[in-house]
């Protein structure tokens, strides 16, 4: 998978979302490697990757290194994949992002969000995006939250 190393960062998203959404568990390789990839998207991405492809064993994977991730966007896929892997306790660290300082990080848990709805969390996003919505001044945001609570509404 040389794409995974092109310059542009673009072509790197592109890679690890197709790997991921190919659900192949040949690509979990590559996924890994985009663990350390410079660019905070793209390590996001790959773990969520890793965590729509579903293999339990990915959890140790992902957690070393989230130990060591200092970015809030990135944090998020990394929430998201171990979440899909089974992982509950880490939705309700995606749904404190809500509360980042980046409008961008809100805009990004808000559009994840209604991805891992289900019975039992329906109620704790539902709320969380509420309270995210009552206290957030940006207009990207706003949509964000407002978009993604109409989904969980319809």
Do not use: W
Request: net charge negative; with cysteine.
């Amino acid at each position: 998978m040389r794409n995974l190393k092109d310059s542009d960062e673009l072509v790197r998203i592109s890679v690890v979302e197709a790997i991921g959404d190919l659900n192949e568990i040949i690509g979990l390789e590559h996924l890994y490697e985009a663990l350390t990839d410079k660019e905070e998207i793209v390590r996001g991405y790959a773990a969520e990757g890793i965590g729509k492809i579903g293999k339990a064993a990915s959890i140790p994977i992902l957690e070393k290194y989230l130990k060591y991730e200092t970015s809030s966007l990135s944090k998020r896929g990394f929430f998201v994949g171990l979440y899909l892997l089974g992982e509950k306790k880490y939705l309700k660290l995606m749904l404190d992002l809500l509360k980042d300082p980046s409008y961008r990080v809100r805009c990004a848990v808000a559009n994840s969000v209604v991805d891992l709805l289900n019975q039992e969390n329906v109620n704790l996003i539902k709320q969380s995006l509420l309270s995210a919505l009552k206290n957030e001044q940006t207009d990207a945001a706003r949509s964000s939250l407002q978009g993604a609570l109409e989904e969980i509404s319809s």
